[in-house]
């Protein structure tokens, strides 16, 4: 039977100018990831909330005091898909292409809500509205025939090398 | 129907993704009050164009970056032809 | 349908009450032709005996119902998938069909009869539908969803191949050698229709490189079915409904033969060159006893070889005439009796084909037969070749060179992979140039004949398009495959206009498809849950939806959770709000502008009720304007509002170049509304922070530790009694509630759903957007133009109201009350004297005040308002008297307290 992990990550958005976002020094432990150019998320493992939340704050008050720092990791619930079974359940809910690179971000709908994904070796995480847990599970569910999600949350794992590079999915040339 | 929509924060999504926010900038100028002004922005609100060809137009992308993106798009075809 | 496990293994299915055995590699088709079975279906208007034809899923000859599913063609399907067979048509039996007659009575029944007759009289329409629909159809459509739903899979691959013949494997190798991700499907299984032989091999020599290749994906037993705009190709199998997303689309569906038209053409019997080929070749059946073979083409005379060799060695049947073109008559072997330049004039019989009248020049000859192969030439089987008007498709093989040779169609397939910028796909071209003459059936799906063509256009229908929908061919199961290529002749032979004779639009879909496997994956609605969703449940909450929220309606007592909230204290999830943070330098230059009341004059920690209205200055959404200690702003919108409610600020503040950071916390913070005369006692018990009128007076806001949960509470009144509305982190929901209600049991506490909410609020007076209102009320309709402040100098739909200021006002939202025994229906319709003037919006009885208390809309007469009106819904009338409201505090005293 597959299994679905679900994860506890903590999840910091910062609002502010797309100059200063870009110059947001990377944290360590954290993935950076450019929802919208005034709007950028560092998602990292719940235990460093409170140090992600501080690095944010300390930037934007010292570059762009107007800017806007929250914790906005109770409103996402994140279901961990692995290797390519996790690939087989995502495609039967998005339509979202996924990039070959790693690691990588991208937003999109899956199972019809707005969706986060964060894609990192062998594992895609999956982050959804918390108002959307059941309705998620359910589908996976209904997709997977039997699947087997944790009823816990493990925390965020996230691989030093990689994490300080994770952007948003490059932004395709239009015409 | 499976009209694509690129949105040039997250790429190419279906257009379920989004929802049409109708032709050009309908917005309301601001400013002084007066006669004209009212009879130009009752044209604006109620009184569209709906162009056979090229027209600039609103799309905002809620299961994504739920950013407002305009883009220029035919009518006809369903070409788009980039950001306006 | 079962799955086929095992291709060679023998199975045996019901066919109508008998069980027919299968042989190896036997179609249904196959199966049932073995056991004896020559009549397969009744056409559909004149019921004629249908026999099988083209054998390659191309005709509507052998469709069938299979398992309660109808319309299958049981000629492609392989008989271990069966197991329950019977004819669609035909009463009381397929064999014996008593509709047979309408045939004698065609001439009742001339093309388009339908619209001329079937008008009077009115009465007859019910019981002529039933009829109709008993006699024409293909059977019935199950009532039930299949036990088994399809998901989606969606694959976005960079090229995608319809069609697993040589030009299609041929096309799908040289993609994948130039490094792009292929998706290959076939209808059927690659290779199975055809003979072993070199071809074969090659083919499966193709098949299994592509197999190793992980650049390629081949998707069998999966139709394609159609090209949408994306592109998309939408491709149905059996246990997925595949949606591919490619950025290129190969068409390589080959080509079927020509379908000929004659009188006699659709008498079982008549076979399509590679069908009788195929029934002969592959499943050892013969076709006829005594067969005329008519062979225009090279591959015609292949088929002739493979009948004269079934025909040696079973020694159950002959050819006994064949019909070749001057051109191939030296190519014919000798002892087939050969006409040349010989063409078939018609083909007689009743049950089947007895003879066929063969015309040289100006000779007849009849020979009587009772097989009749057709083998004319080929048409492309071009369906979704002419869907993709504007997507990147190229066709590959015989669907864009009919009658190519092998080595012609992998050479076009490799030419697919040409890195060329592809438009506009290539116009297939027909091979059909003559007109049909004389009569004979050109629709065989439809019963479609040459007269009928000739009476349409007689009657002015003069164009494929006016034709096609006049006499509905093309219409049917084949799309158009048999008969597209005849209309377009006829047309083109009688009319000089060029448009008159375009092709006909063809559409997706191009195979028929169940409705339910399209809604593959999309069945389920998106589905809203608060933090508190599983503790309502707990409670035995009735659950109901709310928008795309799922919300408690009641807990099981109405009664109990009214008079909670009236006398003692209650609290309601009220999660479901939307809710924002608005920041940044312009924040209260955007909600100034946005809002028609004044926010720049608002203090830090005090909430004002807004509006929000569109630029016609309707009113379509309402909330809460909070101002914060650091300067900047928490707003909420309704429940149904608030996610779109992200959509409009952003909008403005871009329209205004405004510099704002608008964040959405609906879901990451829980609210719940504490409500009560008893409200604040509660509170004491659970925190130390005050929650006096003083520390948060009505209206006012302030940050709170309640249970250990940190909150922003404000004062709200939506329900007249005192009221705090928490909100908090929604992790810490649950245990918030939890809390609340520990100590509320010494306060007999109970929670309130969406039931009691609606009567409290309607006692109150309170208007409920989308309930109360229609899209077009302005908010003096409503009265709510105190919360409009028109001396603001511009707000979103400020031109609009001072333009609708100069209109007069044809209705307005009023109170009323009813006295009787019961309040009315919602949506009563109302009366004064006897002329209707409204319609109540809400409705309910109170408690309290013991009668019934509504809101409505009553139309301004000349002169003042009716004080007085009748209302009517579905039980009688209820007497009513239009009010001042609200019905309940109407001082605001209790809810200021």
Aim: aromatic letters at 6%; glycine letters at 8%; charged letters at 20%.
């Amino acid at each position: 039977m597959p299994s679905i992990q679900r994860t506890h990550a903590a999840v910091v958005a910062c609002y502010a100018s797309a100059a200063a976002l870009d110059s947001l020094p990377a944290m360590p432990n954290a993935y950076s990831c450019r929802v919208a150019p005034d709007e950028l998320w560092l998602i990292a493992p719940p235990e460093l909330l409170a140090e992600t939340e501080r690095h944010a704050a300390e930037y934007c008050a010292r570059t762009e005091p107007t800017a806007l720092v929250l914790d906005q990791s109770d409103g996402w619930v994140t279901f961990t898909l692995r290797g390519t079974e996790g690939l087989w359940i995502l495609a039967q809910l998005s339509a979202v292409p996924l990039p070959a690179t790693r690691p990588a971000f991208v937003q999109g709908a899956v199972a019809g809500g707005a969706a986060k994904l964060l894609l990192l070796d062998g594992v895609i995480h999956v982050l959804v509205p918390c108002t959307l847990r059941h309705h998620l599970a359910a589908r996976f569910q209904d997709v997977c025939g039997s699947v087997f999600i944790s009823s816990t949350e493990t925390p965020l794992i996230t691989d030093q090398r990689t994490s300080t590079s994770a952007s948003r999915l490059s932004t395709p040339v239009l015409r | 129907m499976a009209l694509k929509v690129t949105c040039p924060h997250c790429g190419a999504r279906e257009y379920t993704e989004f929802w049409f926010g109708g032709e050009g900038l309908s917005h309301a100028s601001s400013g002084a009050q007066s006669a004209e002004r009212l009879e130009e922005d009752f044209r604006r609100v109620w009184l569209k164009t709906n162009a056979a060809g090229v027209q600039v137009e609103r799309w905002f992308h809620h299961a994504g970056c739920r950013r407002w993106l305009e883009i220029k798009r035919d009518t006809l075809t369903n070409d788009f032809h980039g950001r306006a | 349908m079962a799955a086929p496990n095992d291709e060679t293994a023998s199975a045996s299915f019901d066919f109508e009450g008998r069980t027919i055995p299968a042989a190896p590699g036997d179609t249904v088709a196959s199966a049932l032709y073995r056991a004896g079975v020559r009549t397969f279906s009744r056409s559909f208007k004149y019921h004629r005996r249908r026999g099988l034809y083209c054998l390659s899923g191309d005709c509507p000859n052998c469709l069938m119902t299979v398992d309660g599913e109808p319309a299958v063609r049981t000629c492609v399907l392989p008989a271990v998938a069966a197991r329950r067979v019977e004819r669609g048509a035909g009463w009381p039996t397929a064999d014996h069909d008593v509709l047979s007659i309408l045939w004698h009575l065609r001439a009742l029944m001339p093309v388009g009869f339908y619209y001329k007759s079937m008008i009077r009289p009115r009465w007859l329409f019910p019981i002529a539908e039933r009829v109709i629909r008993r006699i024409a159809g293909l059977g019935e459509v199950p009532r039930q969803p299949s036990a088994s739903a399809k998901e989606r899979m969606n694959h976005h691959p960079d090229v995608v191949v319809i069609g697993g013949g040589i030009a299609g494997l041929s096309a799908a190798t040289a993609a994948v050698d130039a490094g792009a991700r292929v998706i290959l499907v076939d209808e059927g299984l690659i290779g199975e229709r055809i003979a072993p032989g070199r071809l074969r091999e090659s083919i499966d020599a193709m098949r299994d490189e592509l197999l190793g290749n992980p650049l390629a994906v081949i998707l069998e037993r999966a139709t394609a079915v159609g090209v949408f705009e994306g592109p998309l190709v939408p491709v149905v199998a059996e246990n997925f409904l595949h949606l591919v997303h490619p950025s290129r689309i190969v068409v390589a569906t080959g080509a079927l033969e020509q379908h000929a038209v004659f009188p006699g053409n659709d008498l079982p019997g008549v076979w399509l060159g590679r069908g009788a080929a195929g029934i002969a070749g592959v499943h050892g059946l013969a076709p006829g006893r005594a067969i005329v073979v008519v062979a225009n083409t090279a591959e015609g005379l292949d088929h002739l070889d493979v009948l004269r060799r079934y025909a040696r060695q079973q020694r159950d049947c002959q050819v006994v005439a064949a019909l070749v073109p001057k051109a191939l008559a030296g190519r014919v072997p000798p002892g087939v009796d050969v006409i040349v330049d010989g063409s078939v004039v018609e083909a007689l019989g009743t049950r089947a084909v007895r003879a066929v009248v063969v015309a040289t020049g100006a000779l007849r000859r009849t020979v009587a037969c009772d097989a009749l192969v057709l083998s004319l030439g080929l048409e492309p089987r071009d369906g979704l070749l002419r869907q993709a008007v504007l997507e990147p498709v190229l066709g590959a093989g015989d669907v864009v060179h009919p009658g190519c040779t092998a080595e012609q169609a992998e050479e076009s397939g490799r030419l697919t992979a040409d890195p060329r910028p592809v438009s506009r796909p290539p116009v297939s071209t027909s091979t059909i140039t003559s007109a049909p003459g004389g009569d004979g059936f050109v629709c065989l799906c439809e019963d479609v004949s040459v007269k009928e063509f000739k009476h349409a256009w007689d009657e002015g229908y003069r164009s494929t398009e006016l034709l096609k929908r006049y006499s509905t061919v093309t219409m049917g199961a084949c799309q158009g495959a048999l008969c597209h290529a005849h209309l377009k002749a006829f047309v083109c032979e009688r009319s000089p206009e060029s448009w008159a004779g375009k092709p006909t639009t063809s559409r997706p879909p191009a195979r028929a498809v169940r409705l339910e496997d399209l809604a593959a994956g999309a069945r389920v609605p998106i589905e809203h849950h608060t933090a508190l969703h599983d503790r309502h449940l707990t409670r035995g909450a009735v659950m109901d939806w709310a928008g795309s929220w799922k919300r408690p309606s009641n807990y099981g007592n109405l009664e109990q959770e009214y008079w909670a909230v009236r006398k003692n204290v209650s609290a309601m999830d009220v999660s479901t709000l939307g809710k924002y943070r608005v920041a940044g330098p312009d924040a209260t230059a955007l909600l100034e502008r946005i809002y028609p009341c004044n926010v720049s004059d608002l203090k830090p920690w005090r909430s004002r009720y807004a509006l929000l209205l569109n630029e016609a200055g309707y009113l379509f959404d309402d909330g809460l304007v909070c101002k914060l200690g650091d300067g900047s702003y928490y707003v909420t919108f309704t429940s149904s509002g608030g996610d779109a409610a992200e959509s409009w600020l952003r909008e403005w503040a871009d329209h205004w170049g405004l510099r704002v950071h608008i964040a959405n916390v609906t879901a990451a913070r829980s609210a719940i509304n504490v409500a009560g005369p008893r409200a604040r006692e509660l509170l004491r018990l659970l925190s130390n922070d005050p929650t006096d009128a003083q520390a948060i007076p009505y209206g006012g806001l302030r940050e709170m530790v309640v249970s250990g949960v940190r909150c922003l509470t404000i004062r709200v009144g939506f329900v007249g009694e005192v009221s705090y509305e928490l909100h908090h982190a929604s992790r810490q929901s649950e245990t918030l509630w939890d809390s609340l209600f520990n100590a509320g049991r010494a306060l007999d506490m109970w929670p309130h759903g969406l039931d009691t909410l609606k009567l409290l609020r309607l006692e109150k007076g309170h208007v409920l957007i989308g309930q109360d209102t229609d899209f077009d009320t302005t908010p003096a309709k409503v009265a709510l133009d105190f919360a409009v402040k028109m001396d603001k100098p511009d707000f979103v739909g400020r031109t609009a109201l001072q333009r609708l200021a100069t209109l007069p006002r044809e209705r307005s939202l009023l109170p009323l009350t009813f006295t009787g025994r019961r309040a009315p229906e919602e949506g009563a319709q109302l009366f004064d004297n006897g002329t209707h003037v409204g319609n109540l919006t809400s409705s309910r009885f109170s408690p309290t005040l013991g009668c019934g208390v509504a809101l409505g809309w009553i139309r301004h007469a000349v002169g003042a308002p009716p004080t007085r009106v009748t209302a009517r819904d579905t039980l009688g009338d209820c007497e009513g008297v239009i009010t001042k409201g609200p019905f309940y505090d109407p001082t605001g005293e209790r809810l200021r307290a």
